[in-house]
């Protein structure tokens, strides 16, 4: 099963790059450790990814809804609307 916390998976990862450095230092192989850290890197980039979209994906709406509020608030102010020329006349 996958960790679903990315910091996690990041002390994960650092774990096993230490351990690697360390058993490459006594002369041991470790091409199967960084090709785990490979995969390592992909869930943690999977990660992140579920764990930011949420908010990304929020930000874009309201980005987008304040965009459409102020393009047709500035067309209401631009036409002749009743409503809102009573409201600009000075008084």
Known sequence: SYCEDPDLVL?????IVICADTLQGYGFPVNR??????????QYN??????WAVVFRWDSLFLTVTKIVFFSLGEMLET???YFIEARKPH
């Open 46 to 51: 999977e990660t992140l990814l579920k764990k």
């Open 33 to 42: 450790l960084f090709d785990l850290l490979f995969e390592v890197r992909d």
């Open 11 to 15: 002390e994960l990862k650092n774990l």
């Open 80 to 82: 002749e609307n009743p």
